[in-house]
């Protein structure tokens, strides 16, 4: 009988601690499966990141370059979410019905008839007469034809370009009387003294490298082709010494814009090869912008470095507004100088429209929130094309009426999609730049002055990104210092809507016999009309 009870008693210890390992088993497994699970999920999430970026580089690589907004028949008006129409009602104090506006302002359409363009017509005519043979004047009645009149047409014709000497001849001159006094005519004061290079052909060069993007090295073939030779290296040289002539006005433009109360500004990466970096490391040319159309000033400055110790030694003495990217180190910098430090609304609609290129094809004309994003964004721009040509209090009025609730129902719509976005994703990294830079983004509405984004910073560095594809880098940091002040000095001109070649030979032609502040002053682009 003990015995029995006994055994049962072991089988049950058995029974109850195979049901605690079958416990403890199934824990793990389940522990597991949540790992497995989690890991699943995460590399889900890492796919659809990477097929994100996929699309995009696609995009940027064979799609459009304009970021027009697209959507299919129908689809033209706001993401349909009532909640939004009544924020936006109750804020306006009337119905909003906003459309799908690119951020460039179309064209208006032309009043003149379809067809071929008449030829500009300050270019020089050639006329080649054409008359019947003697022969070919005789009517079939026998008379003989007389001119009645005559048919014009023209065609484009192009002269090669002609390379010529400057034979400076000095006379001499001396007293018949006493052979010690001779006299010589004096040279005029030349840009490169000791060079044989007159401003005319300095000045093509100049504009073939930073206007037209031509390497020094194909400027070089293309002179041998004219059967002058002219080594690069000689040109490099050039342009250096050019580039320490010019600097006085630099200067000038430097001082002038740090005293214009509003600056936009930017950079870019360029490679220097010879510095103290690595070949392969990454230097900057950052661009400063400031002044209205007609006393635009443009400024290239080198640097090896982006750190933010460039930005405060480039807007030091610095009063007023500025106007970035968003890029972290200015931060520190505005807060420095006591600079209202203004966002750039394009940055934020380029983030949702690559929050769209990164969407399948299939959603990509579809009504996402990227889109809806963008369709808020394209009113506030269509704001700013009505503000136009506004002064600055008319410009401030209307915006505080029309654009400030917008960014208010902007701002509600994104904190809420926020809650419920990924953020590692590129709707997601919009919507976090949208919430991170909102102090800074909605600072323009409070100023007429203030542009609502930096595209103007953008525009004056683009003529450089285009150079650098076919030059790619600069050889030493002298050239990219130089590159840095004829850039200024050629995008200032065009700014101010002067042609750079000629601008550049009337410069180098009178540059040399400046003395004083005013003579530069004088010489400065603005100070210049087209015409002249």
């Known amino acids: 009988m003990l015995e029995s009870t006994s055994g049962v008693t072991d089988q049950a210890a058995n029974a109850t601690t195979r049901i605690a390992l079958l416990e403890a088993e199934n824990e793990q497994l389940r522990v597991r499966d949540a790992e497995r699970g989690a890991e699943l999920a995460a590399r889900e999430r890492r796919i659809r990141i990477l097929e994100e970026v996929l699309r995009v580089l696609k995009a940027d690589r064979f799609g459009a370059s304009r970021e027009k907004l697209n959507v299919a028949p129908g689809q033209d008006g706001l993401f349909n979410e009532a909640e939004t129409m009544v924020e936006l009602a109750s804020a306006l104090g009337t119905e909003v019905a906003l459309q799908t506006t690119p951020q460039r302002e179309d064209k208006k359409p032309s009043a003149t008839k379809p067809g071929r363009k008449a030829i500009a017509s300050h270019l020089p005519r050639i006329l080649v007469p054409h008359e019947l043979a003697e022969s070919e004047r005789v009517c079939a009645c026998g008379d003989t034809l007389v001119e009645i009149g005559e048919e014009t047409s023209e065609q484009l014709d192009y002269v090669r370009p002609k390379i010529q000497v400057l034979q400076h001849v000095r006379k001499k001159y001396a007293c018949p009387g006493c052979q010690p006094c001779v006299k010589t005519a004096p040279v005029p004061a030349q840009i490169l003294p000791r060079s044989n290079a007159s401003p005319g052909l300095l000045a093509h060069i100049v504009t073939s490298k930073y206007v037209d993007a031509l390497p020094l090295y194909r400027q070089e073939t293309i002179f041998e082709r004219h059967g002058v030779h002219l080594p690069r290296a000689t040109q490099a040289v ?63 400055d080198y640097d090896a470095s982006r750190g933010g110790d460039v930005a405060a030694r480039l807007l030091s003495d610095a009063k007023g507004y500025l106007q970035t990217d968003g890029y972290g180190a200015y931060d520190r910098v505005a807060k420095q100088y006591e600079l209202t430090h203004c966002g750039c609304m394009a940055h934020l609609r380029r983030r949702f429209f690559e929050a769209i ?30 503000a136009k040509s506004l002064n600055d209090a008319e410009r401030t009025a209307l915006r505080e009426q029309k654009a400030v609730p917008q960014l208010t129902a902007l701002h509600h719509w994104a904190s809420a999609l926020a809650q419920e976005t990924l953020p590692s994703g590129k709707l997601g990294d919009a919507l976090d730049y949208l919430l991170t830079q909102w102090p800074k983004l909605i600072r323009y509405v409070q100023h007429g002055q203030v542009a609502i984004d930096t595209n103007v910073a953008e525009n004056a560095i683009r003529p450089f990104a285009l150079g650098r594809r076919n030059w790619l880098f600069a050889d030493t940091v002298k050239g990219a210092k130089a590159s840095a002040s004829l850039y200024s000095l050629v995008q200032t001109a065009r ?19 400046a003395q004083c502040v005013a003579d530069f002053e004088a010489l400065l682009p603005w100070n210049i009309t087209p015409a002249n």
């Not at 200067?251 to 392969?280: C, F, H, W």
């Not at 990164?358 to 369709?375: D, F, I, M, W, Y």
């Not at 700014?495 to 016999?513: I, T």
């Open 238 to 300: 050039w342009i250096i010494a050019l580039a320490e002539r010019v600097q006085p006005l630099i200067n000038l433009m430097d001082e002038r814009l740090r005293e214009s109360g509003y600056i936009r500004m930017d950079e870019t990466p360029v490679q220097v090869l010879k510095s103290e970096k690595a070949a392969t490391a990454e230097h900057y040319m950052w661009v400063r912008v400031s002044g209205p159309p007609r006393q635009r000033i443009i400024l290239f």
């Open 357 to 386: 290129k990164a969407l399948p094809k299939a959603e990509q004309k579809s009504s996402t929130a990227a889109h809806e994003g963008v369709r808020r964004i394209d009113a506030l721009y269509a704001i700013e094309r009505e």
């Open 495 to 513: 700014a101010n809507e002067l042609e750079p070649y000629a601008y550049l030979c009337r410069l180098f032609d009178h540059l040399p016999a």
